[in-house]
């Protein structure tokens, strides 16, 4: 019997965000998901590591992906 491959994708988010209160930060941080969410949507990442940045360009963090195929 020949099973079928199913995609996977392992993702490890690190961010490091500060600003002048909770609520704030909190703002930043939704936006900067967003923006990792978007570029995956768009096909925008590979395996691997990858620089986070802020709404101004400032490295924040880092996203981790691996896209693989497996057996369910």
């Given amino acids: ?3 079928e491959l199913t995609p996977h994708i392992k993702c490890d988010v690190e961010l490091n965000v500060s600003g002048p209160a909770e609520r704030t930060v909190a703002s ?9 969410a978007d570029k995956l949507d768009q096909g925008e990442y590979e395996d691997g590591h990858h620089e986070v940045t802020d709404g101004s360009g400032r490295p924040i963090g880092s ?3 691996d896209f693989s195929e497996g057996v369910r």
Avoid: C, Q
């Fill in 28 to 36: 930043w941080t939704a936006a900067a998901l967003r923006r990792i």
């Fill in 63 to 65: 996203v981790y992906f």
């Fill in 1 to 3: 019997m020949m099973r």
